[in-house]
């Protein structure tokens, strides 16, 4: 019987920590997801270069940046807008960079998105979705009854040497 009696105590020390330890990660993960404005860095980007192909060696900076916070459903708008000193795409990447003029639905729909949701204008001051020299990487476009659901798409304008990327989901 005393064994017992330990037994149940030690199960709901462990109960109890386990329980404590839950609604202290729910707190965090609550109260830290909030939208952060102008924080990425070099870094913290540079992904982007990556999957444009693009060399990380080059020069380039953050000149603005928004990630909001995600929701349960991981429902998200996140934009980067990088100044780049040189766009030489790799050879395997270079295929998958577009005009924006020439692409189909969804991509074209992904990038008249993106200019709204991304704040092109705080990047480029002008419409580049319209110009015949922007450049598109759509990495990926979700439709949910012929409808924008999610896409990931970085936007070149050779006139500014600036790449936005935004990545949202609804």
């Known amino acids: ?29 609550i109260a830290s997801n909030v939208d ?8 913290s980007v540079a992904f982007v270069l990556n999957w444009g192909g693009l060399s990380t060696s080059q020069e380039y900076k953050v000149l603005s940046s928004f990630e909001s916070a995600r929701s349960f459903t991981g429902d998200h708008l996140d934009h980067y807008c990088i100044q780049i000193s040189n766009f030489s795409p790799s050879d395997n990447e270079k ?4 005009q924006v003029s020439s692409l189909g ?10 200019q709204k949701n991304g ?8 419409d580049i ?5 922007t450049l598109a990487y759509v990495w990926s476009a979700t439709l949910h009854s012929s409808r924008i659901t999610a896409y990931d798409i970085i936007l ?3 006139q500014t040497k ?3 990327y935004v990545s949202d989901k609804t």
């Open 119 to 126: 704040n092109a204008s705080e990047c480029f001051a002008r």
């Open 156 to 158: 070149f304008d050779p």
């Open 36 to 43: 952060r404005e102008n924080v990425a860095t070099k870094r």
């Open 95 to 98: 295929e998958n960079w577009q």
């Open 162 to 164: 600036r790449l936005l």
């Open 1 to 29: 019987m005393r064994y017992i009696a330990k037994g149940l105590q030690i199960f709901g020390a462990l109960s109890l920590a386990a329980v404590i330890a839950a609604l202290g990660y729910l707190t965090y993960a």
């Open 105 to 114: 639905s969804p991509a074209k729909e992904a990038a008249i998105e993106a």
């Open 129 to 133: 979705t319209n110009s015949d020299k």
